[in-house]
């Protein structure tokens, strides 16, 4: 549950856990740009550069991110890329975090921004995006300690701030500050309000220079601090990474959404990305689908693919926001999960907690909608929907600094040892060519990362089993809105059905519907043959009968009329007049585990070749997270998950 807040009559919060003001009785406002910012250097120590890394101990209320996030956006020398983490193990409730940071007029509008997106925090690493994704504000829930001990961290300023050491002495202990040390670089600043000995010593010891600075009343002191240890910091105190890459040029391969996702994670960066792809255009391959679902997957015990699912559903939800139109490209609509093998998947106390804010067992009403018995064991899933991929895919590869180049079948790349001109800290001392089926140079740069969905296995050379797995979708065009079933969101389970969405923009207002799908392992064979694409449409109406019974035959005339599907467009085009039913068909890979893979190929023997792919069925909810892992590990920056999940997905697992 939320942390409960007491207000008292002056209007400053107070926390009974720890019997302690949230802020000085003077208003948090003064003391979060006195002591926090300016105590850091703040703005002008961020100024020019690529990206800037602040650690707050206790967020609280936000007081300290929205004034240092309203300082970015003021700065006209800022850094590209703004960094906030932040820890938190007990958060405020929304309408508390509304309550007091609204009090200030002029951080206002960036409070409601962070009101909109506080939500479902449980236990664990949480991605906050704002300025279109230019700053990221990553909440740490949980203990301090724990957290910061648990993640590969490295911040340039640190805010140390948290209840008074009499009130909650965790925060300040030798461990915790151990903890915060850690995640230092030498010349790390550090500032806090208070100047107790105790938190002076503490510091000293972990390898801070401590001086006083004149305090913001009602105290007289405040505390300054550069990380300057008389040792060298061990290099083993975190997990071996990749050596950070500075914004460059780089290449990516493969034109669907897990190359759309990297290229624009990488362009917001400051990256100048090139993206070749065999076809024309955009999401010609498995992210061509009519239409699809993004929603979180559930389980009792909240598996590695279900905390990973929520981080990849607010991905999504954020970065379509950005970019498509409600209702035309994409719909945050929530989507239903028929759990057809009788399964919960959701934990007995789920709905104890923030996870409510995900997923419900589904209501009475929702439940009537689909046309299922109130005994149907189902979920609802709040922050879920349908989404247009091509649209998605071609929406973020229309971002500034990212150039297409369609029409280039890449056949094999070739890594040439040719350093740069102007040495650059970090570059890989390489380059590589990408080559097409003649040998000839089609581009060249120091950084390639490799999207090609099932077309990675060859790039790579066979390097992982990656296995390829075909499927195929049912659909068709609603001959009128009365035509349009009544149930309003997409549902999932047995496959997964989107009952209407909007087919095109013109005049016509055309309506169309996509039941799938199915999933051929070792199968990569396109187009598929007649009878491959009659066995589909018959396994597809079979997990609609099961999915929804009661809305499975308003579309049975379309599966009936089987003789519609002896004359189908080629498979992965869809035709602009469509007959009763159409099939749709692509090749996707899977790794061995079903988790996608993004990381560096070898850093040690292939510098500067990067992959994101093995997206498998769920390329919809996880290839934005993809695409903002692969960025953050390029360029040294706080993880957007967990560690543990971030290593689920690495290469180094392979």
Known sequence: MHEPVDWLPDGTPYSTRFGDRYHSENGGLDQARRVFLHGCGLPAAWAEQPQWRILETGFGFGLNFLVTWAAWRADPERPTLLHFVSTEAWPVSAADLLRATTAHADLAPLAEELHLQWWGLLPGVHRLRFDEGRVLLTLYVGDTQTMLRAQPLTVDAIYLDGFSPQRNPDIWDLHTLKAVARCARRGTRLATWTFA????????????????????????????????????????????????????????????????????????????????????????????????????????????????????????????????????????????????????????????????????????????????????????????????????????????????????????????????????????????????????????????????????LGLLEQRWPLQPVRGQVSWGVHADAAAKPSLPFPTNGNGNLVPAFPLDDGPTGRQAWVMGSTFERDVDTLPPSASDVLAAHAANWAKLQTLLPQVAPHFEPAFAAQESAKNLPDAGQIAPSAPALQSWAAVRCTAPDRLPIVGPVDTAQLPGLWVCTAMGARGLTLSLLCGELLAARLQGEPLPLDAKLAKALGTERM
Not at 374 to 379: D, H, K, R, V
């Open 197 to 456: 000995r105790s938190v002076r010593d503490a510091l000293a010891q972990c390898g801070f220079e401590v001086t006083r600075a004149p305090g913001v009343p009602p105290k007289r002191d405040n505390l300054h601090a550069e990380y300057n240890p008389r040792w060298e910091p061990r290099t083993t105190r975190q997990p071996p990474m990749a050596p950070a890459l500075p914004p460059g040029e780089c290449l990516v391969i493969g034109g669907g959404i897990a190359g759309a996702a990297a290229a624009a994670s990488l362009a917001r960066r400051g990256w100048q990305v090139r993206v070749l792809d065999q076809a024309a255009q955009p999401a010609a391959g498995a992210s061509g689908l009519p239409a699809g679902v993004f929603a979180p997957h559930v389980s009792p015990d909240d598996s590695v693919l279900s905390r990973l699912s929520r981080s990849g559903v607010r991905t999504t939800l954020q970065q379509a926001a950005w970019v498509l139109k409600d209702g035309v490209d994409w719909s945050p609509c929530g989507v239903l999960e028929h759990r057809t093998d009788g399964t919960p998947g959701l934990a007995a106390d789920w709905m104890e907690g923030p996870g409510a804010h995900w997923s419900q067992p589904a209501p009475p009403d929702r439940l009537a909608e689909a046309g299922l018995p109130a005994t149907t064991t189902a979920c609802w899933h709040l922050q879920a929907g349908w989404v247009r991929p091509a649209r998605l895919a071609s929406a973020l590869l229309a971002q500034p600094g990212i150039q297409w180049l369609g029409d280039c079948r890449v056949a094999q790349l070739r890594r040439i040892d040719q350093p740069l001109a102007v040495p650059v800290q970090n570059a890989p001392s390489s380059r590589w060519q990408a080559l097409d089926a003649q040998g000839n140079v089609i581009a060249e740069t120091p950084v390639v990362i490799i999207a090609a969905g099932a077309a990675s």
